[in-house]
């Protein structure tokens, strides 16, 4: 993986303000620790941080190619899971290729198909290209959003970035929050409308989606998007189909030159993709499989059973991993760390985020760099599969709003009296848009209908939001994480499978689980859904309680917004938290971690609101 960027101004001379661009490239370099460069073709520049993964010598970037005379230039961060297959099809057309890197394939599938390349693409990546001699820019991300492309387009030109930090230290936008970036922190955060960049006039290209920027003009067309189809397999059908193309997703993903490894929580979804995996390394006389999980210091001693955590997961991590025979680390994260690790944790998202699942993460793969540059990772079956409650609880199905964000009035009572007063109505807009858009057949049953509301919501919400997580976490520390469970082939298919069937035996993710009973342990096979784990140890909520009280002391833009009492309400009463503010897991503690993040974020990108 890399981090990229790039700016297309109509009328100055990049070449005379290397200072900037040099600049620009620093703020990626955590993405892309091992090389870096610079293409500039006096008002257009290209910017590449790279993280070798494959071919060292042969995938350096920005890499240009010609054809007929015509030069193309691309900047790309991510990972190509069908290239040979599109290697071989080039060269059936006359192609020839350098070396073995994705980043050359890709293109050359541009040059070959120009934008319609992204249809046959199947990885995780976000890149651009420069097509030199009629000056015009393509961006591209992947179909299901896994790496992230941000840009803002400002008066006679285009800047844009995997990360909104480069975007704002072109100098081309401020560090500036509206009404509406407001509404997205305080009554959406950490979630974000797709394709709002929180800040004023920064945007994302959504998941797949293309756009072209030519004669300052940008245009933007979405490639891929959830389609309702009939859905003809039998359930047994189904069964094989998910482990196909489960497992091929899992095997592809194997591809690597630096050293790979596996998280594994003991939960249904890492224990597939790490037995799948331990399975091909014996079956091709490969060393053992490498897995890490985390954990937090005196965890045991205070842990209690819920309805989103039901187990530890200690237990089960032993049992998976005897089972795949890996060599396994477990991470222990001290809870002062946790607290501390909450500020890089807004410089590596650029905004306030999942608090201590986004720092947890990001200790985790701090630690996992030490000695692997990949991984892989289970995330997004849950929301593919149907793996939280609000599938299954029928109220809490057909409640008219986000499932993860049941009420508003936790997030109202922290702010002042007419502060936003359009929050709850901003929010319902989002999730009616959502609902609007949702993509259906007229045979569709009631239960079809509302199933497919909650695959969509959670698709294009909740999903992007652990998405970004991962890659924001992981590329901190210069750690590419893939997760299989994002193939779009997979996508496609779980959107349109009958809910009696992924519901297998009336289980969360109940197909999945069928498909793979037999490669796993019965008790990882039939495991209860539990959650990426978070700390229970009371000493996290000390220590976010004294930071909060040290933030209300001060004299902050934060402040003005703040209803002090609310906030203390909340350190002194946690136990009235009667439901979490956002997902399943950010009750009180997370809470003011989630105002820490707030205030730092405010104080070190220098934010003023408008």
């Known amino acids: ?38 293409f500039i073709d006096h008002n257009v520049a290209l910017i590449h941080r790279r993280l070798v993964v494959i071919d060292k010598e042969n995938g350096k970037q920005p890499m240009i190619c010609g054809k007929k005379g015509e030069k193309y230039v691309i900047v790309y961060n991510g990972e190509l899971y069908n290239t040979e297959e599109l290697r071989n099809e080039l060269i059936n057309k006359g192609y020839s290729f350098k070396g073995r890197s994705d980043t050359e394939v890709v293109l050359k599938m541009y040059i070959e ?50 990360e909104i930090k480069a975007i704002l230290k072109s100098g081309k936008v401020k560090p500036v929050i509206d009404e509406e970036g407001l509404y997205e922190v305080f009554f959406l955060g950490p979630a974000r409308t797709p394709g709002n960049g929180v800040f004023k006039n ?13 004669d300052g003009k940008l245009t933007k067309t979405r490639y ?37 490894c596996f998280f594994l929580s003991g939960g249904l979804d890492s224990s597939i993709i790490t037995q799948t995996a331990g399975n091909y390394y014996k079956k091709n006389g490969k060393d053992r499989a490498v897995s890490y999980s985390v954990e937090y210091k005196d965890n045991k001693k205070y842990f209690e059973k819920n309805l989103f955590q039901p187990s530890s997961d200690i237990e089960y991590i032993n049992i998976m991993s005897e089972n795949a025979d890996t060599v396994h680390h477990e991470v222990i994260i001290d809870n002062n760390d946790l607290a501390e690790a909450l500020y890089p944790s807004v410089e590596a998202r650029d905004l306030p985020g999942y608090v201590d699942v986004d720092s947890s993460l990001l200790l985790f793969c701090k630690e996992i760099k030490k000695n692997y540059t990949v991984a892989l990772s289970g995330e997004c079956a849950d929301e593919l599969f149907g793996g939280y409650p609000w599938y299954h609880n029928k109220e809490m199905l057909f409640e008219d709003g986000f499932p993860w964000s049941r009420s508003q009035s936790i997030r109202r009572s922290i702010l002042k009296d007419g502060v936003l007063p359009k929050g709850e109505e901003y929010v319902r807009e989002k999730y009616l848009q959502t609902i609007k858009n949702t993509n259906k057949l007229k045979t569709d049953s009631e239960l079809t209908s509302r199933m497919r509301e909650m695959f969509s919501l959670n698709y294009y919400w909740f999903m992007q939001c652990l998405l970004e997580r991962k890659d924001r976490c992981s590329m901190y520390s210069g750690l590419e994480v893939r997760v299989p469970f994002c193939d779009y082939r997979l996508v496609e298919y779980a959107y349109n499978m009958p809910w009696e069937i992924k519901a297998y035996k009336n289980r969360e993710k109940g197909i999945v689980r069928k498909a793979f009973e037999d490669i796993l342990p019965y008790d990882i096979a039939w495991r209860k859904k539990s959650p990426y784990p978070k700390t229970h140890n009371p000493v996290y909520m000390e220590i976010c309680s004294d930071k909060v009280r040290g933030i209300l002391k001060k004299r902050t833009p934060l402040n003005e917004l703040l209803n002090k009492d609310g906030v203390r309400e909340i350190i002194n009463y946690p136990e009235k938290i009667s439901s ?31």
């Open 224 to 260: 891929f998007n959830l389609e309702a189809k009939e859905f003809t397999d039998s359930t047994e059908e189904a069964i094989e189909k998910v482990r196909y193309l489960l497992t091929d997703a899992v095997e592809k993903q194997l591809t690597s030159d630096v050293p790979l």
């Open 580 to 610: 979490p503010w956002y997902g399943q897991l950010m009750r009180a503690p997370q809470i003011l971690a989630y105002i820490i993040e707030l205030d730092y974020w405010f104080e070190k990108y220098k934010i003023d609101i408008e």
């Open 202 to 214: 920064v945007k994302e290209i959504l998941p797949g989606e293309y756009a072209f920027y030519t």
């Open 113 to 162: 198909y120009k934008e319609k390349c992204a249809d046959k693409l199947n990885g995780i990546f976000a890149f651009a290209i420069y097509e030199m001699y009629n000056k015009k820019i393509f961006l591209c991300r992947d179909k299901v959003g896994v790496k992230p492309l941000f840009y803002s387009e400002y008066k006679n030109g285009i800047v844009f970035s995997s």
């Open 1 to 38: 993986m890399c981090g990229i960027a790039g700016l297309f101004s109509k009328y100055e001379d990049l070449s005379e303000d290397i200072g900037m661009l040099s600049g620009m490239s620093k703020t990626l370099c955590r993405r892309g620790p091992d090389e870096n460069g610079i």
